[in-house]
């Protein structure tokens, strides 16, 4: 394999592992028209922490708290994600075994989510229960760059707030149930699977938006979430 290859290879693959947030991340995936500004990045985050809160029923200091603890932690996942593509790129992994390639890019991701969700569990453990912290930590510990893509569109859509918040609701179950597709994929290896398994899903989400959205929404939507590039 060549060196160039090996690059593409890698970044590709711990691209797609992390769902990495940074804007920089998402250039580097090469999805034209999915880029994000920090400032959209910040406002996507504000939406899907606030949302999170209103389910638990938080009150407003806790809100607050809540939403400047998750994007500290993005923060710092889209910094680790980061390092841990410069790593890649110097790292001696052996270029032509790609298997050996795929596990490292599989051990990198565990860590990383394992120490941020840690960091987010325990400071949020400061002033919420055990049992909102769990749920807090669940909805919102995918550190998904495609959620916070959805979220984006979805608060561009204008919507009336009982449909943002359905809207809110079906993406978050989408990322849910994608990284899981993702995780069983990774551990067997079938890419092939998990892009059949995302195919469907994203059509199961379409689905499920038609039903929330108008036909002009809807079409925006579309537009805005089709996957581009490679």
């Avoid at 607050?64 to 992994?93: F, H, I, N, P």
């Amino acid at each position: 394999m060549r060196p160039l290859t090996h690059l593409v290879l890698v970044l590709a693959v711990v691209a797609a592992l992390c769902f990495a947030t940074s804007v920089q991340a998402q250039q580097m995936r090469g999805q034209r028209g999915l880029q994000m500004t920090p400032e959209e990045a910040q406002a996507a985050w504000t939406l899907e922490a606030s949302h999170v809160a209103g389910k638990l029923g938080l009150s407003k200091e806790e809100t607050t708290k809540l939403v400047d603890e998750y994007k500290k932690v993005r923060e710092s996942y889209s910094a680790a994600v980061r390092k841990a593509m410069e790593e890649a790129m110097a790292s001696g992994v052996d270029t032509g075994d790609r298997q050996a390639i795929r596990a490292a890019m599989r051990e990198i991701q565990e860590k990383i989510t394992k120490a941020e969700t840690e960091k987010f569990a325990k400071a949020l453990g400061a002033f919420l229960d055990k049992e909102k912290t769990k749920k807090a930590v669940t909805q919102l510990g995918s550190f998904s760059g495609s959620l916070d893509r959805m979220v984006n569109v979805i608060a561009g859509l204008k919507l009336d707030k009982a449909k943002q918040a359905e809207a809110l609701d079906l993406v978050n179950a989408y990322v849910v149930e994608s990284s899981a597709a993702r995780d069983k994929a990774m551990a067997g290896g079938d890419f092939e699977s998990m892009r059949t398994v995302f195919q469907e899903l994203r059509t199961k989400l379409n689905e499920a938006m038609a039903k929330v959205l108008s036909e002009e929404q809807l079409a925006k939507w579309t537009e805005a979430t089709a996957r581009r590039g490679r």
